[in-house]
Each structure stands twice: as structure tokens, then as C-alpha cells.
């Protein structure tokens, strides 16, 4: 934090300003709800006159999933897990109808992650939107202003650990296509239909605390700076196979790839590698970074890492989603030519080489935000009640999203300001937060531009600080992405206010 800030940040904190997120403003203050007039004059603004519309639809419906002859009941959308990968370029509109044919009573909506779209298309029940009860349906229709790798899925309980996600690839027009093929790899940890319900397993978490992995040992990472997670998964998926039955890519040898990867596990981080190459990580969560080359990329929940490599020669490699901390990995194949497949437990060396930090990331010129004073520095704090199973902001937990409101301090801030959020965990385990309607600006070592993201890992006892250009009015969810977390109270709101 540099000494402006932290100064700020005091004056902001100081006992003597009571409401202090309302400094410098004088008259009341409402909030930008969903369906202010000014949403819809933005989104009027971001969409160009004669913008080719896309039209989807999505059924959410029970589903039989089949592991490799191990039949699971599940739900996903339009009959495949993940969903369809939807693909459009940027500056069109996406119009998407969501079908609900869950079983009663399971209401849901669709979130799409990471996009800057119009507040009342966001998918947060209770929020943005009400819930889409069974047997109904919902239109979702906006912008897709920016070009990256981007993802769905309900905002609705645990439903997400389900088979609900895919991917949602908004091309750039202007890309430079320095590649030859593109690959979308979607990894999951996956219990639902072939272990207890992801109910049960909240209900497990709060009763007992945390479960133990094989031989009572539980999940680390010195990554993710020690405790890994506390759901144990039979299995790890990559594009809804596991490892008995992995997806084949197939290229040719020389061919530049560029592979998209999402996690949309709700408890896991995978470690990301491809036997005999290493990746130059080109983006993060759709934006990009300065190329860096690494031997892996470590991916925390609902994250996503854009990479490149050159298909080194001939031959069969793998392609490896460690479950970081956790044992057991996705599995897939990249084929370029003849050869035996490799087994889904060989050995990746590049998995224990240099991963891909936080810190080593910086925003490509293009996309880093102008130096600028923040208007605002919040400070929020990540933690957990001293008993039970409960995950805080603030020493606030969310037991309802309608009621986020009250039941969390939400950051203030109003259009045009720039805020600073700054998150310190002083919890024993990582976070990976995520805020939604907008790509943020992680504030790297002395300052410097590092990546722009909509998701971010902060480790135990970790200060990170984010930049936030407020150019997207609405009430935004701000929460933690471990879905058990979220769950069990670990969210709050950055609210604009008029
Ligand atoms: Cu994937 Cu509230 O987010
Ligand atoms: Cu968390």
C-alpha cells in the first residue's frame, strides 16, 4: 500500500467519521439499484448501433452423466456438462434464454462471470433479479463489451457444483491470432451423483468442521499458503470427463495453441501443465497480461488463465490439472501423431517447476488503468467466526442474499470514482474473491500495474489491494468463490450510489 493510501485508508477508518464511506458527500444517498434508469442509459451507450444480436438458449434440467460407465445424476444445461460453449465477439449482444426445468423447488439464474454487463442481467437472485422458479423461464439480454475468457453459472445455493457451467468466449474482432488453434479446457471437482449431495456436504462442513483427505491428511499447498480446501472429491473433470475417459485434443506438431482454462470447481485449485512444454501465459480472467513464460499455472476457483505453446513434436502428451493440495488430477491428451497414450498418472515434471505468481503478473499496456489517486480505500477483512462454519467479510456473514444489504457493510462508491479494496486474510485458508460487473486491477509489488482480473486468490495472512474504475453503476456481488464459503456467508456488495 503506498503512504497516500494508507493514509487514506486511516482518515477513511478513523472513529471520528461515523459513515465514513459517505465522506464528501452531503446530501443522502440512494443506491444504483438494478433497474435505475441509469443501467439501461449505459448499457445504451455500450451497445453499437446495429450490433448483431446472439440468440441462445439454456435449459437447466436433470442430467445423467456417465464417468467412464459410472452413471451420475446431475443437472446441467442443454444435456452436456459442461453446457455449450458459447461464442460471440465483442460488442454483441447476447440474448439468452434460461429455461428451468429443475425439479421443484430449485429456482435459478445464470451469473456470467467476469463480464462488465448491465446490472439487472447479472443473475444474482434477490439483487439483480428475482429467481427463475421451475417451469420458467428468463430472458437475459446485453453487451458483451470486452473481448476474453469468460463462464456461466446459477448464483443460486450450491447449484454450481453441479454439472451447471460452461464457457462463454467473447472473440476479439482485432485479435492478432498469433495461433494456429484455440483449445477451451473447463476443470471441475465433481461429487454430485456419485457422493453425497453438495447439501450434505455444507451440512458435513457444519456440523464437523472440515473433512480429512486419505489417510486423515488434510489438503496443503505452500502456493496457496497452506490449507488446500476441506471437501474431499472422488473426482477431478476436465470438459466433464474424468481421467478414465479423457478428452483428446488433437494438433500438429509445430502448431501454436492457445488453450483457454477455467476452473469452475467449487473447492479446488487445480495446477495446470502440459507434459514436455511450457506455456507462455498470455491472459488472466479474459484480459491481457504481459506474455510470461512459466512450466505451470496454478488456477484458483472460477479463475481463468489464457496460455500459448507450440506443439514440440510428434507424439501423445499430457495434459494435467493437478487438484492442488488435494491428489488426484483432470486429465487430457493432446495427440499430435502416432504413440502410446500417456497414462493419466504419468509423471509431469513441469508440474513442481515455476508456476505462474500473482506477483510476476503485469497488465499489457493496453489494459492497465490510468495512475490515479483512489477516491476511496476500503479495507475489507476475510475471516471466519471463532465456531462453526462460517466464512465473514468484515466480521459480517450473509445468510441471504436478498438480505446482503443489511447483513453486510457494502463498499460505497459512486460513478466515475476510482476505489481501492484492500483485502487482508487473517484466516487460515485462501480466498479466491471475486467481483462481479468489472475487471479489476491487482496492485502489484511498489505499485505496479499488475494483471487486471475479476477473480483473485488471497492467501492466509496475505494484504492484497485491487483498483476499481466505478464505470459500471448497479449493486455488485463481491464474494468469496470457494462456493462453500460463499455459502456459508462469505459475501457483501460493492453498491453505487447516487
Ligand atoms: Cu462466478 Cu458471483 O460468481
Ligand atoms: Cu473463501
Request: a negative charge; one cysteine or more; proline letters at 8%.
Amino acid at each position: 500500500m503506498s503512504d497516500i493510501s494508507r493514509r487514506r485508508f486511516l482518515v477513511l477508518s478513523g472513529g471520528a467519521f461515523a459513515g465514513a464511506a459517505f465522506l464528501g458527500c452531503t446530501r443522502a444517498s440512494a443506491p444504483i439499484g438494478p433497474d435505475s434508469a441509469v443501467v439501461a442509459t449505459f448499457e445504451g451507450r455500450r451497445r453499437k448501433p446495429g450490433a448483431a444480436v446472439r440468440d441462445f438458449t439454456l435449459t437447466a434440467a436433470p442430467f445423467t452423466l456417465d464417468l467412464a460407465g459410472q452413471l451420475a445424476q446431475t443437472w446441467a444445461y442443454n444435456g452436456s456438462v459442461p453446457g455449450p460453449e458459447l461464442r460471440v465477439k465483442a460488442g454483441e449482444v447476447i440474448r439468452a434464454r434460461l429455461v428451468n426445468n429443475l425439479p421443484d423447488p430449485q429456482s435459478t439464474v445464470i451469473h456470467w462471470h467476469g463480464i462488465a454487463l448491465r446490472n439487472d442481467m447479472d443473475g444474482v437472485p434477490g439483487v439483480t433479479q428475482a429467481a427463475v422458479p421451475p417451469g420458467n423461464s428468463f430472458l437475459y439480454e446485453y453487451t458483451a463489451p470486452d473481448a476474453g475468457s469468460f463462464w456461466f453459472h446459477p448464483h443460486s445455493g450450491l447449484q454450481a457444483d453441479r454439472g451447471l457451467y460452461a464457457p462463454l468466449i467473447v472473440e476479439d474482432p482485432a485479435e492478432p491470432g498469433r495461433y494456429d488453434q484455440e483449445l477451451t479446457v473447463v476443470l471441475d471437482d465433481w461429487m454430485s451423483g456419485i457422493g453425497p449431495s453438495p447439501e450434505d456436504t455444507l451440512k458435513n462442513l457444519q456440523a464437523g468442521g472440515m473433512q480429512m483427505g486419505p489417510g486423515g491428511q488434510m489438503a496443503r499447498s505452500d502456493p496457496l499458503g497452506g490449507d488446500a480446501g476441506d471437501v474431499v472429491y472422488p473426482l477431478f473433470l476436465m470438459n466433464g470427463r474424468p481421467p478414465k475417459d479423457p478428452p483428446t485434443f488433437t494438433a500438429k506438431p509445430g502448431e501454436r495453441i492457445r488453450l483457454r482454462i477455467v476452473n469452475s470447481g467449487a473447492e479446488t485449485s487445480f495446477r495446470v501443465a502440459v507434459g514436455g512444454h511450457r506455456l507462455t501465459v498470455t491472459h488472466t480472467d479474459g484480459f491481457p497480461v504481459e506474455p510470461l513464460t512459466v512450466d505451470n499455472v496454478l488456477v484458483g476457483m472460477s479463475e481463468r488463465y489464457d496460455v500459448l505453446f507450440t506443439v514440440s513434436g510428434a507424439g501423445a502428451f499430457p495434459l494435467v490439472a493437478a487438484a492442488e493440495g488435494k491428489g488426484g488430477r483432470a486429465f487430457g491428451i493432446l495427440r499430435s501423431g502416432a504413440g502410446d497414450a500417456p497414462a493419466s498418472d504419468a509423471p509431469v515434471t513441469e508440474l513442481a517447476g515455476k508456476v505462474a505468481e500473482l506477483t510476476d503478473l503485469r497488465a499489457a499496456a493496453g489494459v492497465t488503468l490510468a495512475p490515479r489517486r483512489p477516491d476511496r480505500t476500503e479495507l475489507l477483512n476475510l475471516g471466519a467466526a471463532e465456531e462453526g462454519y462460517q466464512w465473514t467479510i468484515n466480521g459480517n456473514a450473509v445468510t441471504d442474499d436478498a438480505k446482503i444489504e443489511e447483513q453486510s457493510k457494502p463498499s460505497i462508491v459512486r460513478m466515475g470514482e476510482r476505489i481501492r479494496l484492500i483485502f487482508d486474510n487473517g484466516s487460515t485458508m485462501y480466498h479466491p474473491m471475486h467481483l462481479h460487473g468489472h475487471t479489476f486491477q491487482v496492485v502489484g509489488p511498489g505499485g505496479a500495474a499488475g494483471p487486471r482480473k475479476d477473480s483473485m486468490v488471497v492467501r492466509p495472512q496475505e494484504r492484497i489491494a485491487i483498483d476499481v474504475e466505478a464505470d459500471n453503476p448497479g449493486q455488485w456481488m463481491l464474494h468469496c468463490h470457494n462456493l462453500y464459503h460463499q455459502e456459508a456467508g462469505m459475501m457483501t456488495l460493492l453498491s453505487y450510489r447516487s
